[in-house]
């Protein structure tokens, strides 16, 4: 029986949900194998954006990808500020928005991305006992998910503690306008304060 260590609590993480909008629709133009490739080329590039931002990958379902800043540096690197790692979760959620306009003309179809990126603790590990893999739950994990939900297409909703982990350092970000998420939680637009941020 294959042993493995127990789901861990990791403070200060970063979370990002990211979505097609339009994806069902994109079976009315695509071929099924031309949509499977588009997905598989989706992947690949933002796959290779994980390196170039120093974020991590913990998986994909169906067209949906989900990220986050570096758990491991959270947990043994006092030194390391939750804000540097939003910020770079940031840059790489600006990258995707890139990597899907340009599939969009190469495809000549009508796809964009809703993006959502939630900060806070989370727990993160392997549970269950059939092909377990690594996955995230908590609070935090939640909110970005539903941050996506609501995004608009090529935007990037983040949280209250988002915003306020970007705004302690000139990180290239500032908070757009104001949302109300589900009637009962705020949430912003993010904003690149120059054009080539990016």
């Known amino acids: 029986m294959t042993s493995f260590n127990p789901p861990q609590e990791y403070d200060n993480v970063s979370v990002l949900f990211a979505d097609f909008k339009g994806y069902t629709q994109l079976y009315t133009s695509l071929s099924d194998a031309e ?63 890139g990597v899907t306009n340009r599939l969009a003309i190469e495809y000549e179809c009508d796809i964009a991305i809703r993006i959502g990126i939630a900060s806070g603790p989370i727990i993160g ?4 006992l059939h092909k377990p893999s690594f996955d995230i739950w908590g609070k935090t994990v939640n909110m970005a998910a539903r941050l996506e939900q609501h995004s608009r297409a090529n935007r990037i909703s983040v949280c209250t503690l988002t915003a306020r982990l970007l705004s302690h350092q000139q990180s290239g970000f500032e908070p757009g306008p104001e949302i109300l998420l589900c009637n009962q939680y705020k949430a912003y637009e993010l904003r690149k304060t120059h054009q080539n941020f990016v």
Do not use: W
Not at 125 to 128: A, K, N, S
């Open 35 to 97: 949509v499977v490739r588009l997905l598989d080329s989706f992947y690949r590039q933002v796959d290779a954006l994980t390196l170039r931002f120093d974020v991590e990958k913990i998986k994909t379902n169906g067209d949906q990808y989900i990220a986050t800043s570096k758990m491991e540096s959270a947990l043994f690197l006092p030194q390391f500020h939750p804000n540097r790692g939003a910020s770079n979760l940031c840059l790489f959620a600006f990258a995707i928005i």
């Open 125 to 128: 590990g392997m549970i269950g």
